[in-house]
């Protein structure tokens, strides 16, 4: 296998499970050397360096609750002292409370916007600080911004700031050669998503698509390893929605 990355250093954020640490183990096996970040799941963390390590790979956990900026700059410094550099920053880390606007309280609205929005742009900065030339950013979205769904009012705003993010920031990164792009994924098969639903409401969720299955995490990993490898240079400031013809 040729290995895109070799010589890189990724940092996921919210490796731990799911989308993340199919995201860590994708970009590890292609060669990069992966940081993966955790809030509250160090043994999940751990597991998940240790199968890459067992692949061949290169990985090292560090915990930081992304929500604080103070723990972001401290995510980068460790990073730094582990690996020297940063040359990829997956802004995977997000939470998802889907509720009627009636029962949105303050705390459930600062709650998402201080992860998926403020962790987001105070990762983005300290990348903007730490990163060298033909770096590469990969923010999240979502592609239930393309939908009307009740209850993911709250949600879809936070991934909506992300997107305008993506595209604003891309000019004032590109004179160093760095790219910075979004992925909105369709419904996926890991725990942010199913959680409370029924087997009927999954399939029916799945049958939205053009091929009446539900994404997995390899589906949106692949997808990164694209935008993490050279082959991206000319794509910026975009959001990809990888959903399967969801919308």
């Not at 160090?42 to 930081?64: D, H, S, Y």
């Not at 700059?73 to 690996?83: D, H, I, M, P």
């Not at 999240?140 to 939908?147: A, D, I, K």
């Amino acid at each position: 296998m040729v290995q895109k990355l070799t010589g890189k250093v990724a940092l996921v954020t919210g490796a731990s499970r799911g989308i993340g640490q199919k995201i860590a183990e994708e970009l590890a096996l292609h060669g990069a050397k992966v940081v993966v970040n955790y809030a509250s799941s160090p043994g999940k963390a751990e597991e998940v360096v240790n199968g890459i390590k067992q692949q061949g790979g290169e990985a090292v956990a560090i915990g930081a609750d992304i929500s604080q900026v103070a723990q972001v700059e401290l995510l980068f410094q460790k990073t730094l002292e582990a690996y020297g550099q940063v040359d990829i920053l997956v802004n995977n880390a997000g939470i998802m409370i889907t509720k009627p606007i009636l029962s949105i309280t303050e705390e459930d609205f600062d709650r998402q916007f201080n992860i998926n929005v403020k962790g987001t742009f105070f990762a983005i900065q300290q990348a903007a600080l730490h990163m060298k030339e033909n770096g590469r950013i990969i923010n999240f979205s979502t592609s239930v911004n393309g939908q009307m769904f009740p209850g993911y009012s709250s949600y879809a705003g936070t991934k909506g700031a992300v997107e305008q993010f993506t595209r604003q920031l891309a000019k004032e990164f590109g004179p160093k050669g760095i790219t910075i792009n979004a992925i909105a994924p369709g419904p996926v098969n890991t725990e942010l998503f199913t959680v409370g639903k029924s087997e009927e409401q999954i399939k029916a969720v799945a049958n939205t698509n053009s091929f009446g299955r539900m994404g997995e995490a390899e589906d949106i990993s692949r997808v990164v390893l694209f935008l993490a490898s050279e082959e991206s240079q000319w794509v910026t400031g975009q959001t990809l929605r990888v959903n399967g013809g969801f919308i």
